[in-house]
């Protein structure tokens, strides 16, 4: 079975702070992605990367970043958190074209 | 207009019955699709993929694909309260973006009543 780690279920964070959000994946996968969730809105995408050290932006890119330097480690960077950054944050990595996407736990996040 | 559109529901079922969820999509030639299950405060979890037309049944799941009417569905058959939980449909959109993104729909809220 695939697994995919989240380094952190629960985290609180202030505004302002630099924040970092990590995921693994043990599947040798060579595409990652970085969802936000928020009710009523659906999965947003952050980032994804088909590769180590490449990446494109998805549909919500501003206030982040993301780092990919090992195959199975995706980061994902809040810059200066802000309070409309709180939500839940989910990865995912999927293998070949046509392949489902598998899911971490999530990270919900609240930015005071 | 959306890509890929689920009725938000709830849709409420009395357990024992069957539950059918439907989800449309907008970009022909799109190739393989997938639902996934998420409850209240999880993450996504894969249920079915569906690649043809036609049925695809595993236990209780069927998928059905009609690429011609561009409409998947999920049908749940003898449902339960366990199954009471958010239905998201993915597309796999064609074209170079389809390649690395696919498109999800915000969800179908199913309630079984038990």
């Known amino acids: 079975d695939v697994k995919v780690t989240q380094s952190s279920r629960y985290l609180v964070k202030r505004t302002g702070e630099k924040v970092f959000l990590e995921c693994v994946q043990d599947?040798?996968?060579?595409?990652m992605f970085w969802y936000r969730q928020d009710p009523g809105l659906g999965l947003r995408l952050i980032y994804f990367?088909?590769?180590?050290?490449?990446?494109e932006k998805g549909d919500i890119p501003e206030g982040y970043s993301v780092s990919r330097e090992k195959k199975e480690r995706f980061s994902l960077i809040l810059e200066s958190a802000s309070t409309n950054q709180t939500s839940m944050y989910l990865c995912?990595?999927?293998?070949?074209?046509?392949?489902?996407?598998?899911f971490g736990d999530g990270t919900r996040l609240s930015i005071l | 207009q959306k890509e890929v559109e689920q009725n938000s529901g709830p849709l409420s079922v009395p357990e024992g019955a069957i539950a059918s969820l439907n989800c449309t999509y907008s970009?022909?030639?799109?190739?393989?699709f997938f639902w996934y299950r998420q409850y209240s405060g999880k993450s996504p979890e894969l249920i079915m993929s569906?690649?043809?037309?036609g049925d695809k049944e595993d236990g209780r799941f069927t998928a059905q694909l009609n690429k011609a009417s561009q409409y998947v569905s999920l049908l749940i058959r003898d449902s339960q309260p366990s199954d009471s939980a958010t239905y998201l449909c993915?597309?796999?959109?064609?074209?170079?973006?389809?390649?690395?993104?696919?498109?999800f729909g915000t969800g179908t809220r199913l309630k079984v009543l038990a």
């Open positions: 995912a990595s999927r293998g070949g074209i046509n392949q489902p996407q598998h």
């Open positions: 599947m040798d996968h060579e595409n």
């Open positions: 990367s088909y590769d180590v050290k490449m990446k």
């Open positions: 970009d022909r030639g799109s190739q393989s």
């Open positions: 569906i690649y043809s037309n």
């Open positions: 993915a597309v796999n959109p064609p074209g170079t973006s389809g390649t690395y993104k696919y498109i």
